[in-house]
């Protein structure tokens, strides 16, 4: 087996197994280029977003800066909000 992963949001690119005829095959939906998973809201590759999980209340503090997100659950976020290929990166 061999997995190809992006260190881009931790986008899984390839999965490639072996069938019965030996041959390696990709199973992993997704597309040919980054620019692709760039432009799309479709989550293809089932990448980590800026953030995994739910974030009660929708706000996270780090290192004392409030960070109000995407309202996607209610009042939660969830999976990091609406627009899941745009990243920003907080240093």
């Known amino acids: 087996m061999r997995i190809e992963v992006s260190d881009f949001g931790a986008l ?7 069938d019965r005829e030996s041959v390696s095959r990709d199973v992993v939906l997704g597309f040919d280029n980054m620019e692709a998973y760039l ?9 980590v977003g800026r953030n995994a999980n ?16 995407d ?7 969830l999976h990091s909000g609406y ?3 745009h990243c920003e990166m907080y240093y």
Not at 39 to 47: F, K, Q, R, W
Not at 71 to 77: D, F, S, T
């Open 12 to 18: 899984v690119l390839a999965i490639s197994l072996k």
């Open 39 to 47: 432009n799309t809201e479709t989550g293809m590759g089932a990448y």
């Open 54 to 69: 739910r974030i009660k209340g929708a706000c996270v503090n780090i290192e004392g800066i409030n960070y109000t997100l």
């Open 71 to 77: 309202k996607n659950e209610g009042k939660n976020n």
């Open 83 to 85: 627009n899941r290929s």
